[in-house]
């Protein structure tokens, strides 16, 4: 059974590779269609992988940045395939550098950050707010990296820094079993389903909102798990 499901997550792995360098070149042919294209593949991701999904309350259309917490590759699939909006992710510049794949990140205009460079702060400012003034939502980890997935990591400070700069409106999207499903680190796929949780959007003129709010994406998490 072992070797079977490794099988299966270096097929898996192997069909992401090659989608992924697909839609780089049909993004590349047909930029103004970027967004239905990339979600047109997260769908096929679904039918591939052969997981359920339920998703529990509404994308808020005043929300202009959301904040999610990180497990698995398999949370930007959900959220690409799922959400109305057309997203840019917030993402290590690391990805970006990666030869044909990293042009995912920057044909469809998403962020990358350098988390070795302080003064990338600025940029990220910047750039946040070109797209939200363009209509799209901005998605970010603020955990920075994934977890195991029952415990959320430390929030950065991004996500508090952008928000008191642009005033942004900030929905929180709780995501759960991703990992039990496609884990990367381990390197293993399972069937199974997929929980995706909007909540309400932060009050965010309170100060310690970052922390009520991860308290908040915690608990939730250990009522879904």
């Known amino acids: 059974m072992k070797i079977w499901n490794k099988i ?33 593949w997260a769908k096929a991701q679904r039918f591939f992988m052969d997981y359920k999904m339920q998703i529990i309350g ?5 929300a202009n940045l959301v904040i999610i ?40 205009k998403m962020i990358p950050i350098d988390r070795n460079n302080p003064r990338s702060i600025t940029t990220l400012i910047k750039d946040v707010k070109d797209r939200t003034q363009n209509g799209r939502v901005v998605a970010m980890f603020p955990e920075g990296t994934r977890g195991k997935g029952d415990k959320l990591l430390k929030f950065h400070s991004g996500a508090k820094i952008i928000v008191s700069k642009l005033n942004l409106k900030v ?42 709010t991860r308290a908040k994406m915690q608990k939730i998490l250990d009522e879904n798990i």
Do not use: C
């Not at 192997?14 to 990339?38: C, D, G, Y």
């Not at 796929?189 to 909102?209: A, C, H, P, R």
């Open 8 to 40: 299966k997550t270096v097929l898996i792995a192997i069909e992401l590779v090659i989608s992924i360098a697909i839609v780089v070149i049909l993004m590349w042919m047909f930029n103004k269609h970027h967004r239905e294209i990339r979600r047109k």
């Open 58 to 62: 509404t994308p808020n259309k005043d």
């Open 69 to 108: 917490n990180h497990q698995s590759m398999l949370d930007i699939i959900v959220l690409e395939d799922i959400h109305p909006a057309n997203l840019s992710w917030i993402a290590k510049k690391e990805i970006g550098d990666i030869p044909i794949l990293g042009k995912i990140l920057t044909i469809p």
């Open 171 to 212: 929905q929180p999207i709780v995501i759960v079993n991703s990992r039990k499903i496609l884990d990367t680190k381990n390197f293993s796929f399972n069937k199974g389903e997929v929980k995706v949780i909007y909540m309400d959007l932060v009050d965010t003129s309170n100060e310690d909102w970052v922390e009520i």
